[in-house]
């Protein structure tokens, strides 16, 4: 993978800056002349996704000077924005819009505090309709598709070469080619983290779902073979827990051979490889790719604020889900473009000449699913599931006894029994 990406990331978000100032001082000055100020609360600690919100702000900013200004303020992770946002509704002091998954929307409309977005976007139809209908409850739409990732298979294109295996195609090929790699290694080359993220690839491919009838359940023959799946590589020298940091942080203490990731960690990884870094779809069938976790947030807009305040939520909203702003995002973060015309925009042209692989996560995105959008789900998904596939990985249980477990703490949890 060329170096080119961190180049022209770092580019664009330069060529967005006031005179070398950093973009978050800027908008302070900004919305201090500002008559209506918007706050927009994010999860992004730093990194390119940050700077390239702030800067999106920056030239939003630019263009209504004299009537509004939009100020994104970090709150955290994603976690730490969520438990920062249900403190806002018991003291009344919520933002004008957030970043929201798809559970926290479920959770915000049970408490009635979210504004519709139809007949407030006038790239509506150029959107993913993807991702649009996954933030549709009950017909309307309650968030705009923004920061969207795809799992994706990296993989180190040198160690390929060395023993002579093309890039895996099906879920078969992808473990055999582990296993034969490991082999001739003498230890596991498919690194993965024990979390609900690198379970849904096996899950999901292994024909699971998570509702059936409505009811959520995780403990379903697909569910334990998908853990079993992983369980097995561990034992069987092919697969290798990451417990500690992100993947590519821990480049150069073993031989890395795959990892089915986010594609939002790809500028992550480019700049941690000290070998030539390749991605493609991931494993599937002989007839198409494999399905992949959908990730990230989407942009809210909450009930509880001015009329000014709305309006002005609302046009940011619609700059940032345009093609132009779009392709800067994509160009700049690994991003999925989620407006389908950012693609004909020359900067993602640009970057897709310089970076051909960055087409992998466009096409993963027609290959994609989501978890339940209910409003238990985050603590389903961190609390149990997630506790659930590290205690199996680790050998504290079998997978049928960690998933049965968890599955009596959901229906306990939706059932009012255990908070």
Known sequence: MKKATLLLSVLVLVSLAFAQQKAEDVIKAQCEKAPVVAELWHGFRGGAPRAALENLAVEFNKMNAGKGCVRPISQGGYRDLSTKIKAAFAAGNLPAMAQAFENNIALYLEADALLPLDGKLAHLADLNP???????????????????????????????????????????????????????????????????????????????????????????????????????????????????????????????????????????????????????????????PGYGLVQGTNLIVFKDIDAKQQELAFQFLDFVSGPKAQALFAAATGYVPVNLRAVDDPLLQDHLAENPDFQVVIDQANYAAFEPAIPEWEQIRFDILGQAITEAVLGKATPKEALDRAQKQIEDLLAGRIR
């Not at 078969?172 to 230890?187: M, N, P, R, V």
């Not at 849904?200 to 403990?219: E, I, M, P, S, T």
């Open 130 to 288: 993807f991702f649009v209908n996954a933030v549709k409850f009950d017909g309307k739409l309650y968030g705009l598709p923004f920061n969207k990732s795809v799992q994706i298979l990296y993989f180190n294109r040198d160690l390929l070469s060395k023993h002579g295996v093309d890039v895996p195609g099906t879920l078969d090929g992808f473990i055999a080619a582990a296993k034969k790699i490991s082999e001739a290694e003498g230890e596991p080359v498919y690194w993965f983290r024990p979390d609900t993220s690198t379970y849904a690839y096996w899950f999901f491919n292994q024909g699971g779902r998570y509702l059936h009838d409505g009811k959520v359940v995780v403990n379903s023959p697909e569910g334990v073979k998908a853990l079993e799946t992983l369980v097995q590589g561990v034992k069987d020298g092919w697969a290798k827990p990451i417990t500690s940091g992100y993947i590519n942080q821990n480049f150069g203490k073993g031989v890395y051979g795959f990892s089915t990731d986010s594609s939002a960690g790809y500028s992550y990884y480019l700049r941690a490889a000290k070998f030539d870094l390749g991605i493609a779809t991931l494993p599937g069938t002989a007839e198409h």
